[in-house]
């Protein structure tokens, strides 16, 4: 089940327009549902390399990558 919310927000027009025109969408409401799947995406992206960065994986030769996209 897919739920909605209806939301007031007072935005600059400025930064509604600027969204719009990025996300080439015709109504307010798709640009800011585009920009926020957006950001999230960027956010979680961030979030991964960030976990990566703490826990790098070091690949020697082709054999251990393999060997490891095969484990998963």
């Known amino acids: 089940m897919i ?18 025109a990025y996300t080439r ?9 585009i920009a ?3 950001w999230l995406d960027i ?3 961030k ?6 960065s703490q826990n790098p994986i ?3 030769n082709g054999q251990q990558i393999r060997e490891i996209n095969r484990s998963i």
Do not use: C, G
């Open 58 to 60: 070091y690949i020697n």
């Open 36 to 38: 926020l799947k957006d």
């Open 47 to 52: 979030e991964l390399n960030r976990q990566i």
């Open 3 to 20: 739920y909605r919310m209806k939301v007031t927000a007072i935005i600059a027009d400025d930064l509604v327009n600027n969204v719009k």
């Open 25 to 33: 969408s015709s109504t307010v409401t798709e640009a800011i549902t």
């Open 43 to 45: 956010h979680n992206i």
